[in-house]
């Protein structure tokens, strides 16, 4: 069975600096990768999909993710975060054919001035 | 653009208690899932369900757990005699087809007391 791992249960960052938010899976096979954004008291709202192709997508808000096989690594970036970008963040992978999603257990993201 | 919705927003209820909470998905999609989140903790997939039927369940989803769509717009879960440890955020998707990305709804907030 598929699974993820997100390492850092809390990143701490301050307002303009770079983020790297790390996501890494187990599966045979090349799954379909997605990063979800739940900000407090909110549902989950898609920021990206990896399917197949290139191996850097775009999302929205600013935000990418760069799909590597050979680490077996789908890791969220933006260049200069927001305060508004303060949520908790979900890497989920899926398996074509097998339709449920499995999600990581999440990294909390607090933006300091 | 279109989304999923889902009522009520928050439930209260008392163990042994039968619940049934609603969705509404996107109305071109053809599969459903029904995902619950225990404060604190990752997403987990429950159930999908797909021309009518359930096509995947989770070991969680026992017989105390039941989903219907009931004419061409809801999706409903049923829990039928609700347990203490059923207190959770209940999330809803659906897409278009198992080869696309899942939307999720706002989330139904369930306490059992």
């Known amino acids: 069975a598929q699974s993820v791992t997100q390492p850092d249960i809390h990143i701490t960052v301050s307002e303009g600096a770079s983020l790297e938010l790390r996501c890494n899976y187990s599966?045979?096979?090349?799954?379909?990768l997605f990063w979800y954004v739940q900000s407090p008291g909110q549902g989950l709202q898609l920021l990206l999909k990896?399917?197949?192709?290139?191996?850097l997508v775009q999302g929205i808000k600013g935000f990418e993710a760069e799909f590597k096989r050979s680490q077996s690594s789908f890791n969220l970036r933006k260049p200069s975060v927001h305060w508004s970008d303060a949520a908790e963040y979900f890497c989920?992978?899926?398996?074509?054919?097998?339709?449920?999603?499995?999600f990581g257990t999440g990294t909390r993201l607090t933006i300091i001035p | 653009e279109p989304e999923v919705t889902q009522t009520p927003s928050h439930q209260v209820t008392q163990m042994g208690q039968e619940v049934i909470l609603r969705c509404v998905p996107i109305s071109n999609h053809l599969y459903f899932y029904w995902y619950r989140q225990i404060l604190g903790q990752k997403v987990e997939f429950l159930v999908s369900?797909?021309?009518?039927?359930?096509?995947?369940k989770s070991e969680i989803f026992d017989d105390q757990f039941s989903v219907e769509r009931p004419d061409g717009s809801n999706f409903t879960l049923k829990i039928r005699s609700t347990k203490l440890e059923d207190s959770a955020m209940y999330f809803c998707?659906?897409?278009?087809?198992?080869?696309?990305?899942?939307?999720f709804g706002p989330g139904t907030r369930l306490t059992v007391t």
């Open positions: 989920a992978v899926g398996v074509d054919g097998n339709e449920k999603l499995t």
């Open positions: 998707a659906s897409t278009r087809g198992v080869s696309y990305e899942q939307y």
């Open positions: 369900f797909y021309n009518n039927e359930i096509s995947e």
């Open positions: 599966y045979g096979a090349t799954p379909y």
């Open positions: 990896y399917f197949s192709g290139d191996t």
